[in-house]
Nanobody, 124 residues
Framework: QVQLVESGGGLVQAGGSLRLSCAAS????????MGWFRQAPGKEREFVAA????????YYADFGKGRFAISRDNAKNTVYLQMNSLEPEETAVYYC?????????????????WGQGTQVTVSS
């Protein structure tokens, strides 16, 4: 069983930045890719970014390229999401998840452990 705890969310003005963290339990953290997703009210959960177990490969949704950066510290069992130039429409609950499936990185079905989420609110 893996437990994930997100933190770092909050209220930020448009154009601002936030750094989210996701701390994971378990001794096999480095074996698995990790992903970040978000879900706005009334919308489906969507892929934001993912990183391979070693950290050597990163994947981003088109809206995040050039603004978001995913990283991980396997010694700390933690994955991060740096978000810059945030926009009000990016207000959502942000979730991290463990990817143990083999389908594409944006596929929610490839992820089977999820955190409780952290709220990000971007004001205009």
């Amino acid at each position: 069983q893996v437990q994930l705890v997100e933190s770092g969310g909050g209220l930020v003005q448009a154009g601002g930045s936030l750094r989210l963290s996701c701390a994971a339990s378990g001794r096999t953290f480095s074996r698995y890719a990790m992903g970040w997703f978000r879900q706005a009210p009334g919308k489906e959960r969507e892929f934001v970014a993912a990183i391979s177990g070693s950290g050597s490969s990163r994947y981003y949704a088109d809206f995040g390229k050039g603004r978001f950066a995913i990283s991980r510290d396997n010694a700390k069992n933690t994955v991060y999401l740096q978000m810059n130039s945030l926009e009000p429409e990016e207000t959502a609950v942000y979730y991290c998840a463990v990817r143990r499936g083999s389908t594409s990185y944006p596929d929610l079905n490839a992820y089977d452990y999820w955190g409780q989420g952290t709220q990000v609110t971007v004001s205009s």
